[in-house]
């Protein structure tokens, strides 16, 4: 495998742990005996952790594409972000027992149109490039940050450890942090790909 391949083939493997392709996700039915605040809680753990368990891998895309200084910096940073989020749902579960960070409660149509989206996403960010994939990329970031941060709000409310809720509340506001920059630095790069015109 020559370098060329070599780097096309890492790119490629990047987006897949951003944006989940090709991963199925495990489904369950939630326990008879969970009440609906105890169910909201699990689930948005669920889905808050494979969130971010793809999102600290964000950064593997800097590895094969050119990119400014910006961007490498808040890719970094959201991926860092997103490792310690992680860790710490991870530490919950560890702590709790009563909940399986593995387990996601999606139907079987969700699950498939995630890994249609996940594709499309794929292709796009393969075959873009300069500002063209700088803006893909943003967009499947804020995407990504919006979600995140609802999450961990709505985890936080049904969440009666105060220990978790000031960790989710936090993580909220991190996230929703994040999403103002990726949305401020997306907005800086459709200014500048605008074609200038003499006035």
């Given at each position: ?69 910006e961007l490498n910096h808040l890719i970094k940073t959201i991926a860092a972000a997103s490792a310690a989020g992680a860790r710490a749902l991870e530490r919950f579960a560890a702590q709790d027992g009563s909940f399986n960070l593995k ?97």
């Amino acid at each position: 495998m020559d370098a060329m391949h070599r780097r096309q083939a890492v790119f490629a493997l990047g987006i897949a742990l951003v944006v989940g392709g090709g991963c199925q996700l495990p489904r369950h039915q939630p326990a008879a005996a969970a009440t609906k605040r105890e169910q909201i809680r699990i689930d948005c753990y669920s889905l808050l952790h494979d969130l971010l368990d793809q999102q600290k891998n964000v950064d593997k895309l800097l590895l094969v594409k050119l990119e400014s200084d910006e961007l490498n910096h808040l890719i970094k940073t959201i991926a860092a972000a997103s490792a310690a989020g992680a860790r710490a749902l991870e530490r919950f579960a560890a702590q709790d027992g009563s909940f399986n960070l593995k387990q996601l409660s999606l139907p079987l149509g969700e699950i498939e149109t995630r890994s249609a989206i996940a594709s499309t996403k794929s292709r796009q960010l393969l075959t873009s490039a300069g500002v063209n994939f700088e803006l893909k990329l943003l967009l499947t970031q804020a995407e990504a940050l919006s979600y995140a941060w609802h999450l961990s709000k709505v985890a936080a409310a049904h969440e009666s450890h105060p220990e978790r809720v000031h960790h989710l509340t936090a993580l909220s506001d991190e996230m929703k942090d994040l999403h103002r920059q990726t949305v401020s630095l997306m907005r800086s790069r459709l200014i500048a790909s605008r074609p200038r015109t003499d006035s």
